[in-house]
């Protein structure tokens, strides 16, 4: 199928951007096009006017203080594979973009894209919302700052509202002794998640998150409330049962058992002596 017919504006800088969104309510943003793209394509999305933002600098800066790490909306997968961002997390941002589909998708999917798209099986969502990161949205009615777990709400669902922009994404930097690991199971290489899980050791700011199991990437309450107390893993077990079977919507003795697994991975891998 082919997309219906939509007017095309090559946004010049942010504001021009902000601009055009703000003179249509049927107007929405294309950044990588990874994901919007396809959807126009099979008309499961419609609108009156593109605006393209990929490629603007000003959603590719990139800039660390003391406490935060500041990572441009437009930035690409690829980049902070390869390694052209700062990365807070003693690399685990860089280890997590190179599993995120395949190299030709991650030249031009975005980090901002992927989170205003919210998957549920996206690796960012996850990721993000275990280091505590904000969103930093620009609108011509104003800005704000959302944390991730407001920002994600449900099923391809965002608080994001009509005109706003994800700008960039601000990510406390994780102290030295702290500790951090994702996991993702796939189908095959290239996939999303069947199940990602991402785990931040840091005192009481210790975080597990698990997506591909409900409507958005979820804090797994008692697991993480564990590793902030310094539980040991065998004794988790029980509460990554719980966590896991709070999120799954329904009974599913394979997908409890697959999260669970999953979990206990990224647990492993951050409580490693
Ligand atoms: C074959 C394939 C495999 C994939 N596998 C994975 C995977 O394993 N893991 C994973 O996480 N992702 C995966 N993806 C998704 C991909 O990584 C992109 O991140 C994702 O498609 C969205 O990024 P984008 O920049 O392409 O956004 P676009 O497609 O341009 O936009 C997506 C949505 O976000 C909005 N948007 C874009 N940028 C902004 C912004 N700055 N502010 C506000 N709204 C914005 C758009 O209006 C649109 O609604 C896969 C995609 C494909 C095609």
């Not at 990588?32 to 959807?39: I, M, R, Y």
């Not at 990721?127 to 944390?147: K, P």
């Not at 310094?230 to 966590?243: C, F, I, K, W």
Request: charged share 15%; aromatic share 2%.
């Amino acid at each position: 199928m082919k997309a219906a017919p939509f007017h095309y504006a090559r946004a010049a800088s942010l504001h021009a951007a902000l601009d055009a969104l703000a003179a249509g309510p049927e107007a929405l943003v294309i950044s990588g096009g990874q994901s919007l793209a396809p959807l126009l394509n099979l008309r499961m999305t419609l609108c009156d006017t593109i605006v393209d933002i990929g490629g603007l600098i000003e959603l590719q800066a990139c800039w660390q203080t003391d406490h935060v790490t500041l990572i441009g909306a437009g930035v690409t997968h690829a980049m902070i594979e390869d390694g052209l961002t700062p990365d807070p997390a003693h690399g685990m941002l860089r280890r997590a973009a190179g599993k995120i589909a395949y190299r030709a998708v991650r030249c031009q999917g975005t980090i901002g894209g992927s989170l205003a798209m919210a998957d549920p099986a996206a690796d960012w969502p996850c990721i993000l919302l275990a280091l505590g990161a904000t969103a930093i949205l620009r609108s011509a009615l104003g800005d704000r700052r959302v944390a991730l777990d407001d920002l994600l709400v449900g099923v391809y669902e965002t608080s994001l509202r009509p005109g706003e922009i994800i700008q960039a994404l601000e990510i406390p930097n994780l102290p030295p002794q702290a500790r951090a690991a994702s996991a993702k199971i796939s189908r095959k290489t290239g996939a999303f998640a069947n199940s990602i899980v991402a785990v931040v050791l840091n005192g009481e700011s210790s975080r597990a998150v698990l997506g591909a199991a409900g409507p958005r990437a979820t804090i797994l309450p008692h697991v993480s409330a564990a590793l902030a107390s310094g539980s040991p893993l065998d004794q988790m077990t029980g509460l990554v049962t719980r966590d896991v079977a709070d999120i799954l919507p329904e009974p599913d003795s394979y997908l409890q058992s697959l999260h669970e697994t999953n979990v206990r991975r990224a647990l492993l891998e951050v409580l490693a002596p």
